[in-house]
């Protein structure tokens, strides 16, 4: 008598079935015989693409990335020596990559096997991949998110909550890939669409380690502030600026966004023009839209009539590809991201236009830059 169907039995009988559910080899064979649409080469190389994926990410994370941008040519034996990383796992890594293309032994050279005096060098297409952007969605994705990526199959069995401690994500590795990604191809544009409405001094929401407001001054001779509630992100970001030699134009201040009022003193709040989002405010949605608005009416109270330049991604929506390929599968996979590590997801123009409508603020404008799925928000608060 045949089983009934799983969705009619209670939720031990499922999880009993399922662990005790044999795998008839010939039947899986003889269904294989008969696959009516065989797989292409997206779906076979599924498993390539992930060990690809990760071995890179290994290698950018422990300084690989760096070094051969001041060392076009190198040996192996140096790296691990000036690294401090292990010669074993180095070797295999390179053994890997060679055979990938990225990397191969010096014109000139006759290798026939793997040595740890060699000298090597990036291929063409090893310089495709060791560039900002592609360092940048590794950081973002592989390193970032790493944990939950690892755990969607205990989440989707139930054996964890989306608020368990194991899936944070990696914040470094997180806010590292969003500088490299964005400073490519949005914050170029996010300075000249400032400058466009006369803004001179900044206030940096979720500064981090001072990145964008340290390149602004730069950039600009202007200056500003920035708040983020990570003191040791604070203090990188102090470091930072003084490296830079900003120190006396960019300020940095310990607070917890959207709670109170910020700390800042009155004379830094008066001279600020504009304040910047960037891939911020989706995060309050954590608790519905009613968060977010809350956020942006305590920032409208302690900073009304200034401009809140936001940068937000757009939202994918799958059931009007068609099963075609979005213009951008990072898109895809942001939106998917997101919401799976409680950090709410995208929204569209006329959604953000509504919150800041109830927060008493005025969507300007709405820009998309050059290359990218990105949308620059200029608010009037």
Same mark, same amino acid.
């Given at each position: 008598?045949?089983?009934?169907?799983?969705?009619? +039995?209670?939720?031990?009988?499922?999880?009993?079935?399922?662990?005790?559910?044999?795998?008839?080899?010939?039947?899986?064979?003889?269904?294989?015989?008969? /696959?009516?649409?065989?797989?292409? =080469?997206?779906?076979?190389?599924?498993?390539?693409?992930?060990?690809?994926?990760?071995?890179?990410?290994?290698?950018?994370?422990?300084?690989?990335?760096?070094?051969?941008?001041?060392?076009?040519?190198?040996?192996?034996?140096?790296?691990?020596?000036?690294?401090?990383?292990?010669?074993?796992?180095?070797?295999?890594?390179?053994?890997?990559?060679?055979?990938?293309?990225? $990397?191969?032994?010096?014109?000139?050279?006759?290798?026939? =096997?793997?040595?740890?005096?060699?000298?090597?060098?990036?291929?063409?297409?090893?310089?495709?991949?060791?560039?900002?952007?592609?360092?940048?969605?590794?950081?973002?994705?592989?390193?970032?998110?790493?944990?939950?990526?690892?755990?969607?199959?205990?989440?989707?069995?139930?054996?964890?909550?989306?608020? &368990?401690?194991?899936? &944070?994500?990696?914040?470094?590795?997180?806010?590292?890939?969003?500088?490299?990604? #964005?400073? $490519?191809?949005?914050?170029? !544009?996010?300075?000249?669409?400032?400058?466009?409405?006369?803004?001179?001094? /900044?206030?940096?929401?979720?500064?981090?380690?001072?990145?964008? +407001?340290?390149?602004?001054?730069?950039?600009?001779?202007?200056?500003?502030?920035?708040?983020?509630?990570?003191?040791?992100?604070?203090?990188?970001?102090?470091? *930072?600026?003084?490296?830079?030699? $900003?120190?006396?134009?960019?300020?940095?201040?310990?607070?917890? /966004?959207?709670?109170?009022?910020?700390? /800042?003193?009155?004379?830094?709040?008066?001279?600020?023009?504009?304040?910047?989002?960037?891939?911020?405010?989706?995060?309050?949605?954590?608790?519905? &839209?009613?968060?977010?608005?809350?956020?942006?009416?305590?920032?409208?109270? !302690?900073?009304?009539?200034?401009?809140?330049?936001?940068?937000?991604?757009?939202?994918?929506?799958?059931?009007?590809? *068609?099963?075609?390929?979005?213009?951008?599968? &990072? !898109?895809?996979?942001?939106?998917?991201?997101?919401?799976?590590?409680? !950090?709410?997801?995208?929204? #569209?123009?006329?959604?953000?236009?509504?919150?800041?409508?109830?927060?008493?603020?005025?969507?300007?404008?709405?820009?998309?830059?050059?290359?990218?799925?990105?949308?620059?928000?200029?608010?009037?608060?």
């Amino acid at each position: 008598m045949p089983l009934s169907p799983l969705r009619a +039995l209670p939720e031990p009988d499922k999880r009993a079935i399922r662990r005790r559910m044999p795998k008839d080899l010939m039947r899986e064979a003889e269904l294989a015989r008969k /696959i009516a649409f065989p797989p292409a =080469a997206e779906e076979l190389s599924l498993s390539s693409s992930w060990v690809y994926a990760q071995v890179l990410h290994s290698l950018w994370d422990s300084g690989f990335y760096e070094y051969v941008r001041t060392h076009p040519r190198f040996v192996p034996a140096s790296i691990c020596e000036e690294l401090g990383l292990d010669a074993f796992t180095f070797e295999w890594l390179m053994y890997y990559l060679i055979g990938r293309g990225v $990397v191969r032994p010096v014109a000139g050279t006759a290798q026939t =096997a793997y040595s740890a005096d060699m000298e090597l060098e990036l291929t063409e297409k090893g310089q495709r991949v060791h560039n900002t952007i592609a360092r940048g969605l590794l950081n973002l994705y592989v390193g970032g998110y790493a944990a939950l990526m690892a755990n969607l199959g205990p989440l989707l069995r139930k054996e964890i909550s989306l608020q &368990d401690a194991r899936l &944070d994500r990696s914040a470094r590795h997180a806010a590292a890939g969003t500088e490299d990604v #964005t400073c $490519v191809r949005v914050v170029p !544009q996010v300075i000249d669409l400032l400058k466009e409405h006369g803004v001179r001094a /900044i206030l940096d929401l979720g500064c981090g380690t001072g990145g964008f +407001l340290i390149q602004w001054a730069r950039v600009t001779g202007g200056g500003g502030a920035g708040v983020d509630m990570s003191s040791n992100a604070l203090d990188a970001a102090k470091k *930072n600026a003084a490296d830079f030699g $900003v120190s006396d134009r960019v300020s940095f201040h310990l607070g917890e /966004i959207g709670k109170d009022a910020l700390p /800042i003193a009155d004379e830094v709040v008066r001279s600020i023009d504009a304040l910047t989002a960037m891939f911020m405010l989706h995060e309050f949605g954590r608790g519905g &839209d009613d968060s977010i608005v809350r956020v942006l009416a305590s920032l409208r109270a !302690q900073f009304s009539g200034k401009i809140l330049c936001a940068l937000e991604m757009q939202p994918v929506d799958v059931f009007m590809l *068609n099963g075609h390929a979005p213009a951008s599968m &990072d !898109q895809l996979d942001y939106h998917f991201v997101h919401p799976m590590s409680r !950090q709410g997801q995208p929204r #569209t123009k006329p959604v953000w236009e509504g919150l800041y409508e109830r927060a008493g603020m005025k969507l300007l404008r709405v820009k998309r830059p050059k290359d990218s799925p990105l949308l620059i928000h200029v608010v009037q608060m």
